[in-house]
């Protein structure tokens, strides 16, 4: 039993920032920003938006695309939680009518909406489920240190989703094969190094901040990035020839024209739309699939590359024919 991507949806905050409005309080130019990035402006979420608010908002447009009102489970990829605990998809499944649905959080930060794709296909081929929605959505803004002129550029807010449903691997929109990595001797690479259960407490307000080592994350992205996607490729019988769209998340331009350079990929396969998000974290794939999906430029029947690299170390990939979608 394959899992068949049948609908999508996406939700941005409305607040625009754009690069100017940062380098107007912290040591940072618009030049800068967009030749090191690809970035001009993202979105943020004001303090009443919570990422189970986007995740409502993107679940509820990914229902209405595959034209259902119910699921039979919650797959909600995120690093920002409402709370540190309980999970927020069951929040999410309640606020969308879901009933008392099989809901659960997925945390691979910037690779989680692939882990997200992976656990609910595992749903799907296990016959615990056979329509699961998949979310990704991160209020990632809220773990940037306002001071830090190395991250506040690169992230946003955002949520994407999709829903899966049951059906043969030959179809357009079967997602598989997968490859799912991690490297936690890196961990500190990218590290929210206070509040959990090993830093409960510290004096020092920045270390309940991101910290990112920018350069060693950038070295291994591309490299991480492609060796998943060649493996996806050789499991599938593809070629490198074969693909149309490489969907990579959205962490930097040069991260993802490094990618496509090391794969031998054409740059015009890649999916862009940093410039006006920046990285939003889990939810970058689907975001920059329904910006694709919208303007034209991925159209049913493609063969889709999708990859992804994030803090854990995490990364991934996997692919799939694009199918024909409706409202999104
Ligand atoms: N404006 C101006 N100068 C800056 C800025 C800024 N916003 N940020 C850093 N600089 C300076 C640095 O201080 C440094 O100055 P120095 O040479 O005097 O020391 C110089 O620019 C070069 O810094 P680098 O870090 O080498 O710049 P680089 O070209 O590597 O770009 C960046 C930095 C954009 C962060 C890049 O390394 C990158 O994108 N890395 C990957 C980050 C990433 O993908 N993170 C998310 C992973 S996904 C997840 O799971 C969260």
Not at 38 to 55: K, N
Not at 243 to 256: K, S, T, Y
Request: proline share 4%; glycine share 10%.
């Amino acid at each position: 039993m394959a899992a068949v991507l049948c609908g999508l949806g996406a939700w941005l905050p409305p607040r625009v920032l754009a690069n100017e409005e940062i380098a107007a309080r912290l040591d940072t130019s618009d030049e800068w920003i967009r030749s090191r990035t690809g970035i001009a402006e993202r979105r943020v979420a004001d303090p009443g938006t919570s990422t189970v608010d986007m995740a409502v908002a993107a679940g509820r447009q990914a229902l209405d695309s595959a034209g259902l009102t119910e699921v039979d489970a919650v797959v909600l990829a995120t690093a920002t939680p409402d709370q540190v605990c309980p999970a927020s998809a069951p929040q999410v499944a309640a606020r969308l009518g879901l009933g008392e649905v099989n809901a659960v959080d997925v945390n691979a930060v910037c690779s989680g909406f692939l882990y997200a794709l992976a656990t609910a296909s595992g749903f799907i081929a296990g016959g615990i489920a056979r329509r699961v929605l998949v979310i990704g959505a991160d209020t990632f803004t809220t773990l940037v240190d306002p001071d830090d002129r190395g991250t506040v550029p690169i992230f946003g807010d955002g949520a994407g989703a999709v829903v899966l449903r049951a059906g043969d691997a030959d179809e357009l929109g079967a997602l598989g094969p997968f490859a799912l990595h991690s490297d936690g001797g890196l961990a500190e690479l990218l590290m929210v190094p206070a509040g959990g259960a090993k830093q409960r407490r510290s004096d020092n307000p920045h270390d309940y901040f991101l910290d990112m080592h920018g350069q060693a994350v950038f070295r291994q992205a591309g490299t991480r990035m492609a060796e998943a996607s060649r493996s996806v490729l050789e499991q599938a019988g593809w070629t490198v020839g074969d693909v149309d769209r490489f969907i990579g998340h959205q962490a930097n331009i040069r991260i993802l024209q490094t990618t496509a350079k090391y794969l031998g990929l054409p740059q015009d396969a890649l999916v862009v739309n940093i410039e006006r998000t920046g990285n939003t974290s889990a939810a970058s794939i689907p975001l920059a699939m329904a910006d694709a999906q919208r303007d034209g430029t991925l159209l049913a029947g493609q063969r889709v590359l999708l990859s992804a690299f994030g803090a854990g170390l995490t990364w991934g990939a996997t692919l799939l024919r694009w199918p024909a979608l409706a409202n999104v």
